[in-house]
């Protein structure tokens, strides 16, 4: 049985892809701060949680002993200048030095699209360089870029939908910017499908969905979705970019995680959406499915009627 090193196991990605190598019949090591975190993953079979800091590298290197393969899903989409480059660029130092020691060659290693040679964000610049730092190391590397990905327990559709239950309309910041949104599950079948096949080694795969949207037209879908419980979907209006910039600020400087940056609106400058120069989904044997036909099934659950319904279910235990 192969064993993987799941970096990011805990996360939306992660657990989606926990599940799809478990049923694979891949044994799993997923590493976590705090043993809680992985609370959603803790129910797989041939799953070892190990509590350990990946950020220490002595204790990296001994993680990726002993295993088949490493997954990178590893990311943040807010932070400053010191969280990206520690996150996306020292991670990925310390992970190539980690597999050297351990003689460790086989990194799947999830990106992201919209890279260049002068990105605009410092999201964007992190990324391209962490994925150039796996690039020059001497690995067996797949390399995964994705657009935005949704699912079931997302945090991209379901916030869309669960503002536009409160609010009389949704201000949508960026609604020119272009997407290509990826279903979670497939995104996850893809990574396995690189794990299985030597094939992939020293490819770049775009893992899109089949339909690419801008951002206004995404926020009137999950609006429409949203409601389908009852009511009229919650009209979208445009957010004048200067606006944005101040919510953005706003939100950072709140207590929290923020829901929007500044650095998120730089990120939206660059379209994310497929190259046309680079394999997809497909060519990993993988049909991608749109969003229309996937995103209704769980956003429905949070209208205004599905949400009275539970309160009704509660109140009636």
Not at 158 to 182: C, K
Not at 185 to 208: F, H, M, N, P, W
Not at 232 to 243: F, K, N
């Amino acid at each position: 049985m192969k064993k993987i090193l799941v970096l990011g196991g805990t996360g939306f990605i992660g657990r989606n892809l926990c599940e799809e190598l478990a049923k694979n019949g891949f044994a799993m090591t997923v590493p976590t701060r705090r043993v809680y975190h992985a609370r959603c993953v803790q129910h797989l079979q041939h799953l070892n949680i190990v509590e350990t800091d990946i950020q220490d590298e002595s204790r990296l290197a001994a993680l990726v002993a002993g295993h088949d393969a490493v997954v990178n899903l590893v990311g943040i989409l807010h932070g400053s200048d010191k969280a990206f480059n520690e996150v996306h660029v020292e991670l990925a130092r310390k992970l190539a030095a980690a597999c050297q020691t351990a003689r460790v060659r086989r990194v799947i290693h999830v990106s992201c699209l919209g890279q260049s040679d002068n990105p605009p964000s410092r999201y964007l610049r992190s990324k391209t360089e962490g994925e150039a730092l796996l690039r020059a190391a001497p690995l067996a590397l797949t390399v995964i870029r994705p657009s935005v990905v949704f699912g079931a327990d997302d945090r991209f559709m379901n916030t869309l939908g669960h503002w536009s239950t409160l609010l009389p309309v949704l201000p949508v910041p960026a609604p020119d910017a272009r997407l290509q949104p990826v279903w979670v599950r497939d995104l996850a079948v893809a990574i396995v499908r690189c794990v299985q096949d030597d094939a992939s080694i020293g490819k770049t795969y775009e893992a899109v969905g089949p339909e690419a949207l801008s951002m206004r037209e995404i926020a009137e879908l999950a609006c429409q979705w949203s409601h389908m419980g009852g009511g009229e979907p919650t009209p979208v209006v445009r957010l004048p970019m200067a606006l944005a910039y101040f919510e953005a600020w706003l939100m950072e400087i709140m207590p929290g995680e923020p829901l929007m940056s500044r650095d998120n609106l730089e990120t939206a400058r660059v379209p994310s959406v497929a190259s046309g120069e680079l394999p997809t989904l497909a060519a990993l044997g993988v049909d991608a499915q749109s969003m229309r036909g996937i995103a209704p099934a769980y956003m429905g659950q949070d209208s205004r009627a599905a949400r009275l319904d539970r309160f009704r279910q509660y109140a009636n235990r």
